[in-house]
C-alpha cells in the first residue's frame, strides 16, 4: 500500500510488516526519512529532517537562511556537485562539460501493479493486486534532465523494489557517468555490514564487519557479478543474530558490474547505494532517449539474519523465478562432467544413462566436449555444432528418451575460442579494443554479444541443434571474466557503452531461448557459481552452485548462498570426493536441485542401494525444501565443528532437520535447538516414534551427540505434527 499525505508532503510505502517514508521538503529537495518496521500513518511528519547545516557543508540557495544543506540531510536520491559530499546516486555530464547534477521534484503517480522493465530481469507480479507502485518525477532544472524514481511494494512479502527511468528532456546530448539505482540514508551508524565474498570453488563466504566511518563496500569491475563478490549486502543491527534483531537486506538484481557501497559521514549516519558501477560506465542519452537502470531489492526483518533470507527466498520463488519450471518439479539429474570430463562418446553416455535410470535418475546431462573438435578446454567455444567423430548425438537422446530418462546439454554461447571456425571467420567478434591483444583466460576470448549480429548467429547456430533434436535442459556456462573490454561495434562515443551493453546482449539472448524454448529447463553457470545472481535467476530457475562439491566445504558455500536465495535455485550435486562417506554427500546436495556428478558404473553394489534411497528421499522431502522455510540452526561460520539446518513446511506440521559434523569434538552434550516449529503442537520424530512438542524441540532441543560424533557424519531427523498424545502414551 502507497500512500500520500499532500498537507504534509509524505509518501508513505508499506509491506506487511515495514513501512518505508520519504518527504518531500522546501525546493522539491526529496528526503529519505525512515525505513524499518511499519509505522501508523498518523505522525510521520515528526520524523526528524536532520536540517541542521554543518561547518563548511554548503548550503542550498534558496535555503540558506534557514540553514539547510543537502550534506547533512537524509538525501533520497543523492546528485553530484551541489554540496552534498557524501557518495551521490547520480553523476550527468552536460554539455557544458561540468558533472554538476541537481533533480528535484516535480511529481508523483501511484499506481496497482508493477511497469515492465523491457530488457532487464526483475521482480514481477501475477495479479496487480499483489503490489502498489509509486513514481516520483524529477528534473534539472538547468539541464533538463528527467529522472523517475520507481517504488514497488509487495503486500505478500516484505520487500520493495526500486529502479530509476532517466530521459533526456533537452536538445542537447547528455552523458550519464554514474546511475545508481537506489540510495537508503539510515541515521546511523549501529550496523555490522554482512558480505559474500568468494573466488572459484570457494563461492558465498560470510563475512561480517562493522561500519567504520568512511567507505567501504564491495563491486564487480569483472564484467560478471562474479565469483569474488555477490550483488549481495546486509546491514545487521549490532547484536542482531540468525533470529533477532533487525536486518536489512539489499540485492541487485543484475549480472555485470554493480557496486554497493555504504558510507558512514562525519554525522555517524550511513548511506547505502546499489547500481551500476561507474568504472568504464559512460552513456549518451540523446535528446528524447531514455535509460533505465537495473532493478535493486530491499528487504526489512526484525526477525534477525533468518528472517531476512526466508523474505528474499518467498520472494524470489514467487516473484523472480518464472515460467513452467518455476513450481514444477525438477527432474533429478546425473551430470557428465565430473564422470567423464572431455573424454566420452555415444556409448560410454548411453552406459551412464543407462545405470543411471537403474537407480532412479531422470535426466542426463551431457556438459561440456560434444562440440566442433573439443576434446579439451583449447579449442571450439563458438563453433556449436556437433562433433560427429565423437558422437552420434540422434541415437543417444532417442535411446535416453527411450528409456523414459530426459536429456540435457551443455553450452558457453558468450565465448569464443581463438581456435575455432568462428573466429577465423569473424576475428572482430571477440570483446576487444584497438591496438592491444586479447588477454586469454582458460583459452579463450569472450565474444561480443553486446552485438546483435553476433548474437543472432549464436542463437541460429543453437537453433539448429535445439530444432533438430529433442533436448529437455540446457546449462549455460560462462568460464572467464571480461578484460580489454571493448566492441568494434561501438565508436569512441560510446565505447563505454560496452560492459552494460554486454550484459543486456546476454539478456536478450537468454530471453531469446526461454521464450523460443518454453519447455526448457534452463540452468545457468559460471566456473561454478561465479554468476551466481538474481539476473541470472529471472531467466533460469536454477544455478550450478558452485564446482567445489566436496560436502564439507560446499556447506559454507550453501550455508553463504541461503542468505538470500531459496534452495530451489541451488544446484547440488553428490560427487566421487571421498571427503565424506555417500550418506552425508547425500544429506548436503538434498539442499538444493539434487543431482550426481560422477561415474555410476563405478558404484559399489552398497552405494548403489545408497544412492537409490537418496532417490527417494529426495521424492519424498521435494515439497519440504522447495517451499518450506529454510532456518539455518547452527552456521558454520558460528561454529567450526557443527553445523545444522531444517526445513519447516509452511504450515509449520513438519520439518526436515539435518546435522552435519565438520571436525570431532571432545564434548558429550549437543543439544539441538529447533526453529519455526509451532510451540504448542506435538511433532513426531519418523524412525523411533518419540513425540515431542513444538516447545520442548525449540526451547530444549534435541540431544544429537551420539549421532554425529566423528568428521564427515550426519543425520536428518524428519519430524510430523500429530495430535496430541495422551500422558501415559507418552511416558511408555
Ligand atoms: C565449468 C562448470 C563445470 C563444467 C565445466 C566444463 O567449470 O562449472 O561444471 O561444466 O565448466 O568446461
Given at each position: 500500500?502507497?500512500?500520500?499525505d499532500?498537507?504534509?508532503?509524505?509518501?508513505h510505502?508499506?509491506?506487511?510488516?515495514?513501512s518505508?517514508?520519504i518527504?518531500?521538503?522546501d525546493?522539491?529537495?526529496?528526503?529519505n526519512?525512515?525505513y524499518?518496521?511499519r509505522?501508523?500513518?498518523?505522525?510521520?511528519?515528526?520524523?526528524?529532517?536532520?536540517q541542521?547545516c554543518a561547518?563548511f557543508s554548503p548550503?542550498?540557495?534558496?535555503?540558506?537562511?534557514?540553514?539547510?544543506s543537502?550534506?547533512v540531510?537524509?538525501m533520497?536520491?543523492?546528485?553530484?556537485?551541489?554540496g552534498d559530499?557524501?557518495v551521490?546516486?547520480v553523476?550527468?555530464?552536460?554539455?557544458?562539460?561540468n558533472?554538476v547534477?541537481?533533480?528535484?521534484?516535480?511529481?508523483?503517480?501511484?499506481y496497482?501493479?508493477?511497469p515492465?522493465?523491457?530488457?532487464?530481469?526483475?521482480?514481477?507480479?501475477?495479479d496487480?493486486?499483489?503490489?502498489?507502485t509509486?513514481?516520483?518525477?524529477m528534473?534539472?532544472?538547468y539541464t533538463?534532465?528527467?529522472?523517475v524514481?520507481?517504488?514497488?511494494v509487495?503486500h505478500d512479502?516484505?520487500?520493495?523494489?526500486k529502479h530509476?527511468?532517466?530521459?533526456n528532456?533537452?536538445?542537447?546530448p547528455?552523458?550519464l557517468?554514474?546511475?545508481?539505482?537506489?540510495?537508503?540514508?539510515?541515521?546511523e551508524m549501529?550496523?555490522?555490514?554482512v558480505?559474500?565474498?568468494g573466488?572459484?570453488?570457494?563461492?558465498?563466504q560470510f563475512?561480517?564487519?562493522p561500519?567504520a566511518?568512511g567507505l567501504q563496500g564491495?563491486?564487480?569491475?569483472r564484467?560478471?557479478?562474479?565469483?569474488a563478490?555477490?550483488?549481495?549486502a546486509?546491514l545487521?543491527?549490532?547484536?542482531a543474530t540468525?533470529?533477532?534483531?533487525?536486518v536489512y537486506?539489499?540485492?541487485?538484481?543484475y549480472?555485470?558490474?554493480?557496486?554497493?557501497t555504504a558510507e558512514?559521514?562525519?554525522?555517524?549516519t550511513t548511506?547505502i547505494?546499489?547500481?551500476i558501477q561507474?568504472?568504464d560506465?559512460?552513456?549518451?542519452?540523446?535528446?528524447g532517449?531514455?535509460f533505465?537502470t537495473?532493478?535493486?531489492v530491499?528487504?526489512?526483518s526484525d526477525q534477525g539474519?533468518?528472517?531476512?533470507?526466508?523474505?528474499?527466498?518467498r520472494?524470489?520463488?514467487?516473484h523472480?523465478?518464472r515460467?513452467?519450471w518455476?513450481?514444477r518439479?525438477r527432474?533429478?539429474?546425473?551430470?557428465?562432467?565430473e564422470?567423464?570430463?572431455?573424454?566420452?562418446d555415444t556409448?560410454?553416455?548411453?552406459?551412464?544413462?543407462?545405470?543411471a535410470?537403474?537407480?532412479?535418475?531422470?535426466?542426463?546431462v551431457m556438459?561440456?566436449g560434444?562440440?566442433?573438435?573439443?576434446?579439451?578446454?583449447?579449442n571450439?567455444l563458438?563453433?556449436w555444432?556437433v562433433?560427429?567423430?565423437?558422437l552420434d548425438l540422434g541415437?543417444l537422446i532417442d535411446t535416453?528418451?527411450a528409456?523414459?530418462m530426459?536429456?540435457?546439454i551443455?553450452y558457453?554461447?558468450?565465448m569464443?575460442s581463438?581456435d575455432?571456425?568462428?573466429?577465423r571467420?569473424?576475428?572482430?567478434w571477440c570483446v576487444?579494443?584497438?591496438?592491444?591483444?586479447?588477454s586469454?583466460a582458460?583459452h579463450?576470448?569472450?565474444?561480443?554479444?553486446?552485438?546483435?549480429d553476433?548474437?543472432?548467429n549464436?542463437f541460429?547456430?543453437?537453433?539448429?541443434?535445439?530444432?533438430?533434436?529433442?533436448?529437455?535442459?540446457?546449462?549455460?556456462?560462462?568460464n572467464r571474466?571480461?578484460s580489454?573490454?571493448?566492441?568494434a561495434?561501438?565508436?569512441s562515443?560510446?565505447?563505454q557503452?560496452?560492459f552494460h551493453?554486454?550484459?543486456?546482449?546476454t539478456?536478450?539472448l537468454?530471453?531469446?531461448?526461454?521464450?523460443?524454448?518454453?519447455q526448457?529447463l534452463?540452468e545457468?553457470?559460471?566456473?561454478?557459481?561465479?554468476r551466481?545472481?538474481?539476473?541470472?535467476?529471472?531467466y533460469?530457475p536454477q544455478?550450478?552452485?558452485?564446482?567445489?562439491?566436496?560436502?564439507i566445504?560446499?556447506?559454507?558455500?550453501?550455508f553463504g548462498?541461503?542468505?538470500c536465495?531459496?534452495?530451489?535455485?541451488?544446484?547440488a550435486?553428490v560427487s566421487a570426493c571421498?571427503r565424506?562417506?555417500?550418506?552425508?554427500k547425500?544429506n548436503?546436495a538434498?539442499?538444493g536441485t539434487?543431482?550426481y556428478?560422477l561415474d555410476?558404473?563405478k558404484?559399489?553394489?552398497?552405494?548403489?542401494?545408497?544412492?537409490?534411497?537418496?532417490?527417494?528421499?529426495?521424492h519424498?522431502?521435494?515439497d519440504?525444501?522447495?517451499?518450506?522455510?529454510l532456518?539455518?540452526?547452527i552456521?558454520?561460520?558460528?561454529?567450526p565443528?557443527?553445523?545444522?539446518w531444517?526445513?519447516?513446511s509452511?504450515d509449520?506440521?513438519?520439518?526436515l532437520?539435518?546435522?552435519?559434523?565438520?571436525r570431532h569434538?571432545?564434548?558429550?552434550l549437543?543439544?539441538l535447538k529447533l526453529?519455526?516449529?509451532?510451540?504448542?503442537?506435538?511433532?513426531?520424530?519418523?524412525?523411533?516414534?518419540a513425540v515431542?512438542?513444538?516447545a520442548?524441540?525449540?526451547?530444549?532441543?534435541?540431544?544429537?551427540a551420539?549421532?554425529?560424533d566423528?568428521?564427515?557424519?550426519?543425520?536428518?531427523?524428519?519430524?510430523?505434527?500429530?495430535d496430541?498424545?495422551?500422558?501415559?502414551e507418552?511416558?511408555?
Amino acid at each position: 500500500m502507497i500512500r500520500f499525505d499532500d498537507s504534509k508532503n509524505v509518501f508513505h510505502l508499506c509491506t506487511p510488516e515495514t513501512s518505508y517514508i520519504i518527504g518531500i521538503y522546501d525546493e522539491g529537495l526529496l528526503l529519505n526519512l525512515y525505513y524499518g518496521k511499519r509505522l501508523p500513518d498518523n505522525d510521520l511528519w515528526y520524523l526528524s529532517r536532520r536540517q541542521s547545516c554543518a561547518s563548511f557543508s554548503p548550503c542550498d540557495p534558496v535555503l540558506a537562511p534557514t540553514g539547510f544543506s543537502v550534506d547533512v540531510a537524509p538525501m533520497e536520491y543523492p546528485t553530484n556537485g551541489r554540496g552534498d559530499f557524501r557518495v551521490s546516486a547520480v553523476s550527468v555530464l552536460n554539455s557544458d562539460g561540468n558533472t554538476v547534477t541537481d533533480l528535484r521534484y516535480e511529481g508523483y503517480r501511484i499506481y496497482p501493479g508493477k511497469p515492465d522493465m523491457p530488457g532487464l530481469p526483475h521482480l514481477y507480479v501475477t495479479d496487480q493486486s499483489q503490489c502498489d507502485t509509486l513514481e516520483i518525477t524529477m528534473r534539472d532544472p538547468y539541464t533538463n534532465l528527467t529522472a523517475v524514481l520507481v517504488y514497488s511494494v509487495f503486500h505478500d512479502c516484505d520487500v520493495l523494489t526500486k529502479h530509476v527511468r532517466f530521459r533526456n528532456d533537452s536538445p542537447v546530448p547528455l552523458k550519464l557517468c554514474r546511475v545508481m539505482s537506489s540510495c537508503v540514508d539510515l541515521p546511523e551508524m549501529q550496523y555490522d555490514l554482512v558480505t559474500l565474498y568468494g573466488r572459484h570453488a570457494k563461492e558465498r563466504q560470510f563475512v561480517r564487519r562493522p561500519l567504520a566511518h568512511g567507505l567501504q563496500g564491495i563491486r564487480s569491475v569483472r564484467g560478471s557479478s562474479s565469483h569474488a563478490q555477490n550483488p549481495f549486502a546486509a546491514l545487521a543491527q549490532k547484536g542482531a543474530t540468525e533470529t533477532t534483531g533487525n536486518v536489512y537486506g539489499f540485492h541487485f538484481i543484475y549480472s555485470g558490474n554493480y557496486e554497493i557501497t555504504a558510507e558512514v559521514d562525519f554525522n555517524a549516519t550511513t548511506r547505502i547505494l546499489m547500481g551500476i558501477q561507474d568504472t568504464d560506465f559512460q552513456w549518451e542519452l540523446l535528446p528524447g532517449e531514455s535509460f533505465l537502470t537495473p532493478e535493486a531489492v530491499h528487504v526489512f526483518s526484525d526477525q534477525g539474519i533468518g528472517g531476512m533470507s526466508r523474505m528474499f527466498h518467498r520472494a524470489y520463488n514467487d516473484h523472480l523465478i518464472r515460467g513452467v519450471w518455476q513450481y514444477r518439479k525438477r527432474p533429478l539429474l546425473i551430470n557428465s562432467w565430473e564422470a567423464a570430463y572431455f573424454d566420452f562418446d555415444t556409448d560410454k553416455l548411453i552406459a551412464f544413462a543407462k545405470q543411471a535410470k537403474e537407480l532412479g535418475i531422470e535426466l542426463l546431462v551431457m556438459d561440456d566436449g560434444w562440440f566442433g573438435k573439443r576434446n579439451n578446454d583449447t579449442n571450439s567455444l563458438g563453433d556449436w555444432f556437433v562433433n560427429r567423430q565423437k558422437l552420434d548425438l540422434g541415437r543417444l537422446i532417442d535411446t535416453v528418451h527411450a528409456m523414459d530418462m530426459k536429456f540435457g546439454i551443455w553450452y558457453e554461447p558468450e565465448m569464443i575460442s581463438p581456435d575455432s571456425e568462428l573466429y577465423r571467420a569473424h576475428p572482430d567478434w571477440c570483446v576487444h579494443v584497438p591496438g592491444r591483444v586479447p588477454s586469454l583466460a582458460r583459452h579463450q576470448y569472450v565474444l561480443d554479444v553486446s552485438r546483435k549480429d553476433v548474437r543472432d548467429n549464436i542463437f541460429d547456430q543453437m537453433r539448429s541443434v535445439l530444432d533438430k533434436y529433442t533436448i529437455d535442459y540446457l546449462k549455460w556456462d560462462f568460464n572467464r571474466n571480461l578484460s580489454e573490454a571493448g566492441s568494434a561495434a561501438l565508436d569512441s562515443a560510446h565505447a563505454q557503452e560496452f560492459f552494460h551493453r554486454f550484459v543486456l546482449g546476454t539478456y536478450e539472448l537468454q530471453d531469446r531461448l526461454t521464450t523460443t524454448y518454453p519447455q526448457l529447463l534452463l540452468e545457468n553457470c559460471s566456473g561454478g557459481g561465479g554468476r551466481f545472481d538474481p539476473g541470472m535467476l529471472y531467466y533460469s530457475p536454477q544455478i550450478w552452485t558452485s564446482d567445489n562439491t566436496d560436502p564439507i566445504e560446499r556447506l559454507m558455500i550453501q550455508f553463504g548462498t541461503s542468505l538470500c536465495y531459496p534452495a530451489s535455485t541451488m544446484g547440488a550435486h553428490v560427487s566421487a570426493c571421498d571427503r565424506t562417506g555417500y550418506a552425508t554427500k547425500g544429506n548436503v546436495a538434498l539442499w538444493g536441485t539434487f543431482g550426481y556428478e560422477l561415474d555410476p558404473c563405478k558404484l559399489d553394489d552398497e552405494t548403489k542401494a545408497l544412492v537409490k534411497q537418496q532417490v527417494q528421499e529426495y521424492h519424498k522431502y521435494y515439497d519440504l525444501i522447495h517451499t518450506g522455510d529454510l532456518y539455518r540452526l547452527i552456521c558454520p561460520w558460528e561454529n567450526p565443528f557443527c553445523c545444522a539446518w531444517s526445513f519447516v513446511s509452511r504450515d509449520r506440521k513438519e520439518t526436515l532437520v539435518t546435522v552435519v559434523r565438520m571436525r570431532h569434538e571432545e564434548q558429550t552434550l549437543f543439544h539441538l535447538k529447533l526453529q519455526g516449529l509451532d510451540p504448542q503442537r506435538y511433532y513426531q520424530l519418523e524412525g523411533n516414534g518419540a513425540v515431542c512438542s513444538g516447545a520442548l524441540l525449540m526451547y530444549a532441543g534435541v540431544d544429537v551427540a551420539d549421532s554425529v560424533d566423528n568428521d564427515g557424519d550426519s543425520i536428518k531427523l524428519h519430524f510430523v505434527a500429530v495430535d496430541k498424545p495422551d500422558t501415559d502414551e507418552r511416558t511408555r
